[in-house]
C-alpha cells in the first residue's frame, strides 16, 4: 500500500532563517505531488506541483522554492522565512488521472516568530 | 477550474443522517465531483467521488442531480468523529494535476 511521509511535525523557526520540508512517498512510482499551504482560519492554498523529477510548477509567487530531487520525494525550502509564512504545510500525491484522488501527509505545523 | 458553492457551516446531531449540499452549476462534461474532509490539525482526507451516478462506499454516498449542477454528501448517521471540514471539488480534465479547495462547509455534530 501507498503512504506518504512528511516532518518535522511541528517547527518554530526565527524570522530570517532557512526553511527545508521534507515529503516522501512510499509504494508507488512516479507520482504527482503536491505542497499545500493553510494559514490559520484559512482554506488550503496550492504552492506546488510536480509531475517528474526536476519539473516544478509554481502556482503563486512567494518566498518559498520547491524541488524533487527524486522520484518520490518533495522538499519545500526557504532562504529567510517571513512572519507571513506561518501555517500548516500539506504534502500530498496523486495520478494524473482526474479520476483519482490525492492522498495527504499528516502536514508540518509551522511557526515563524 | 469551476467553482463550487458550499454552505460555510452545518450543524447535525450523533446517529441521524447529514446532507452536505454543493452547487456546481457551471459543471463541464468531464468534470468529476470530489469530496474530502479535514479532521482539525490533520490532512484533507478523500470521502468520496462520481461523475454522473451516484455513488456509495464505507463512509458515505454521494447523490448527484441529474443535470449534474447540483451534488449532495450523505452521511448515512453521523458520529462525533465526523466533525470536520468537507470540500466539494471539481476535478477538470483541462487541470489534471491539481485540486483548487475552497471554503468548505464546517460540520458541527451535536451528542
Known amino acids: 500500500s501507498q503512504t506518504i511521509h512528511q516532518w518535522p511535525a511541528t517547527l518554530v523557526q526565527p524570522v530570517g532563517s532557512p526553511l527545508s520540508l521534507e515529503c516522501t512517498v512510499e509504494?508507488?512510482?512516479?507520482?504527482?505531488l503536491y505542497w499545500y499551504r493553510q494559514a490559520a482560519g484559512r482554506g488550503l492554498q496550492l504552492l506546488f506541483y510536480?509531475?517528474?523529477?526536476?519539473?516544478i510548477s509554481s502556482e503563486v509567487p512567494q518566498n518559498l522554492s520547491a524541488s524533487r530531487p527524486q522520484d518520490r520525494q518533495f522538499i519545500l525550502s526557504s532562504k529567510k522565512l517571513l512572519l507571513s509564512d506561518s501555517g500548516f504545510y500539506l504534502c500530498?500525491?496523486?495520478?494524473?488521472?482526474?479520476?483519482?484522488?490525492?492522498?495527504f501527509g499528516n502536514g508540518t505545523r509551522l511557526t515563524v516568530t | 477550474d469551476a467553482k463550487t458553492t458550499q454552505p460555510n457551516s452545518m450543524e447535525s446531531n450523533e446517529e441521524e443522517p447529514v446532507h452536505l449540499p454543493c452547487n456546481h452549476s457551471?459543471?463541464?462534461?468531464?468534470?468529476?465531483i470530489h469530496w474530502y474532509r479535514q479532521l482539525p490539525s490533520q490532512g484533507p482526507e478523500y470521502v468520496i467521488h462520481g461523475l454522473t451516478s451516484n455513488v456509495n462506499n464505507r463512509m458515505a454516498s454521494l447523490a448527484i442531480a441529474e443535470d449534474r449542477k447540483s451534488s449532495t454528501l450523505i452521511l448515512h448517521r453521523a458520529t462525533l468523529r465526523d466533525a470536520a471540514v468537507y470540500y466539494c471539488i471539481l476535478r477538470s480534465g483541462g487541470s489534471n494535476y491539481k485540486l483548487t479547495f475552497g471554503k468548505g462547509t464546517l460540520l458541527t455534530v451535536n451528542p
Open positions: 509504494g508507488t512510482s512516479n507520482p504527482n
Open positions: 510536480s509531475v517528474g523529477i526536476g519539473q
Open positions: 457551471t459543471i463541464s462534461g468531464t468534470d468529476y
Open positions: 500530498a500525491w496523486g495520478r494524473i488521472s482526474y479520476n483519482s484522488p490525492l492522498h
